[in-house]
Every structure is written in C-alpha cells, then in structure tokens.
C-alpha cells in the first residue's frame, strides 16, 4: 500500500495525531504541550516580523497569545509565591 503524502493528508494525520495526544495527556503534560505551542508560534512570528509577512506574524501572535491564556488559566493561584510570579510573567 502505497502513503499518502500530500499536504491536506500530511495535515488530517497530525490533526489527528494532536488530538489523541491531548485527549490522553496527563494535566503536566497539557502545560508541556501548551508550552511547546506558544513557543512554536513565537518562533513563527519572529520569522515572519524578519521576512514582512504581516499577516502570519499576526495570526502566529494571536495563537501564542491563546496558548498563553490556557497557561495563566491552569495556574493554581493558591499555590504561592511561585503560581502568582508566574502569571504575572504571562502578563506583562
């Protein structure tokens, strides 16, 4: 049997990938993955701010800015001094 390789099926099979891996992480691992996407498209939108591509800087922002939020909403705020120090790192 012959793979697939085009782009939409390359995409379906990390979707797909993304969200087992999700639905079965663990609440330490949820943060990890957080972590690694707000990193990821941080990384997007650098490149994009270098090469002028407005668009995609912006919408890698508001990506990261989303992956942010998820970290500042799973902070347990009872847990001091480090859960406060943290959030207000995520919102500065």
Same mark, same amino acid.
């Given at each position: 049997? @012959?793979?697939?390789?085009?782009?939409?099926?390359?995409?379906?099979?990390?979707?797909?990938?993304?969200?087992?891996?999700?639905?079965?992480?663990?609440?330490?691992?949820?943060?990890?993955?957080?972590?690694?996407?707000?990193? !990821?498209?941080? @990384?997007?939108?650098?490149?994009?701010?270098?090469?002028? @591509?407005?668009?995609?800087?912006?919408?890698?922002?508001?990506?990261?800015?989303?992956?942010?939020?998820?970290? !500042?909403?799973?902070?347990?705020?009872?847990? @001091?001094?480090?859960?406060? !120090?943290?959030?207000?790192?995520?919102?500065?």
């Amino acid at each position: 049997m @012959k793979e697939e390789t085009d782009g939409e099926t390359a995409g379906f099979v990390n979707n797909n990938y993304l969200k087992v891996k999700i639905e079965t992480a663990t609440p330490m691992e949820l943060v990890v993955i957080a972590y690694d996407g707000c990193i !990821q498209y941080l @990384k997007k939108a650098l490149e994009s701010y270098e090469l002028h @591509k407005r668009s995609t800087y912006d919408d890698s922002i508001v990506r990261a800015r989303k992956f942010i939020r998820q970290l !500042q909403i799973s902070l347990d705020l009872e847990v @001091k001094p480090i859960s406060g !120090q943290l959030y207000g790192c995520m919102t500065t």
